[in-house]
């Protein structure tokens, strides 16, 4: 059984001429126990009118493995689907990217990072904005 935990943080980035970029940052971590060998996360921050999601793994020991992050945006007008996949490897401890799309315009975002190796799954999910 994958128990999911999740730990949000909103911060404010000042930049130049008083503008300001709110970053939000979302860690879902996977398989509670101590001995899960990897964790996921979803980390998503607006600039703009743009929004940037990644999708980042640790692992606390070398780890190969595939990948699969996919985001639904609804919103202005309509509705888009993106699927990412591929193979990784991760350094013992190091936090390794494994997915980045950057999407335009307002509406909301659910994605969902799918992480195998080991002959085991463990998924990550992060909403943004109101229900799709």
């Not at 985001?71 to 007008?77: D, L, M």
């Not at 309509?78 to 991760?90: H, N, P, T, Y």
């Not at 799918?114 to 085991?120: A, C, F, N, S």
């Amino acid at each position: 059984m994958i128990r999911v935990n999740m730990i949000s943080t909103l911060l404010m980035v000042p930049m130049a001429f008083g503008a300001g970029v709110a970053v939000i940052s979302t860690a879902v971590s996977a398989g509670a126990d101590a001995s899960s060998p990897v964790r996921c996360e979803i980390n998503a921050k607006r600039s703009g009118n743009s929004t940037t999601l990644d999708g980042v793994v640790t692992a606390k020991r070398g780890f190969k493995g595939s990948y699969r992050l996919s985001i639904t945006k609804s919103g202005g007008g309509g509705q888009s689907d993106i699927d990412q996949s591929g193979l990784f490897s991760a350094a013992p401890g190091a936090a390794a990217t494994v997915g980045t799309v950057t999407l335009g315009g307002p509406g909301s975002f659910v994605a969902i990072l799918t992480i195998t190796g080991d002959g085991k799954s463990t998924d990550c999910s992060r909403q943004i904005g109101g229900a799709l």
